[in-house]
């Protein structure tokens, strides 16, 4: 198998996150793959151990998704939104929120899907409501709750390369 | 443990500047004065005396006592923090998207499987030819 492309991350403005990956797939593809449940249930499933016994996705202006992950230990997570805009199959925008605690509030989600030679180039903007959001989310995201679950997926994956 | 109280935002929007960068990749090779730190750069001492008051305000750097030269060094935590978090973030997508991957063969294999079966219906069959 050919080495897996990166995952590229930056930082735009002082309220996004900007993440791209090239898929060796055409875009209709990659957008099913992002929106219809039975295959994000595959693949949107974060550190290992966890699984995603929820996964709703009503695909229309307005509609509303929501995700429930679980791991072993009976921890669940979940996360849910609105659609804003949908145009099959280059762009997405819908607004996120985890149902937890420890995270900064509503963010706003911009996936954008560029096709070029049969490979499809996806880029995911997330923009936190203010800085004070994205702030927290990173210190938590750096700090707290899943730290373990990021140790085993360390584990994972210097085993895998 | 808890992170320092310097906030990862001041961090990134002071990292968002190529003369802000180029000064920290400076004091990487070790603590430098305000005139050392201009010399490089088509700006007069108090432009940079500005990026370097935003660097210090996002403890990316601080003073030294030396009197006079005060000669500015590199903070390592907080750009650490920040890197680190980036390299959370992207290895947990890493993962996904390795997934994701797999569905999408999944997906061209199948879709492959329906054309050729399509292209089968269509097509003259062949002689069977045996090469056995």
Known sequence: ?161 | MKPSGYSLDATFAALADPTRRAILARLANGEATVTELAAPFDMTQPAISKHLKVLERAGLITRGRAAQRRPRKLEPRPLAEATDWIERYRRIWEANFARLDAVLQQLKSKEKKTVDALLEDVKPKPKQRRSK
């Open chain 1, 1 to 161: 198998m050919t080495p897996a492309a990166a995952v590229k991350i930056t930082t735009p403005t002082d309220r996004e996150v900007v993440m791209t990956r090239v898929f060796d797939a055409p875009r209709g593809m990659v957008f099913d793959a992002l929106t219809k449940p039975e295959l994000l249930r595959k693949w949107l499933l974060g550190p290992p151990g966890w699984t995603m016994p929820v996964c709703e996705v009503d695909l229309r202006v307005g509609g509303k998704y929501r995700y429930v992950w679980q791991n072993a230990e009976g921890r669940s997570m979940g996360m849910g939104g609105t659609f804003q805009e949908i145009t099959r199959p280059s762009r997405i925008v819908a607004t996120e929120a985890y149902e937890e605690y420890w995270t900064g509030g509503e963010t706003l989600v911009t996936t954008e899907l560029v096709e070029t030679r049969s490979k499809t180039t996806l880029s995911t903007t997330v923009r936190y409501a203010s800085r004070d959001a994205r702030d927290a989310a990173i210190k938590m995201g750096a700090t707290k709750g899943l730290e373990a679950s990021y140790n085993r997926l360390d584990e994972l994956l210097t085993t895998q390369t």
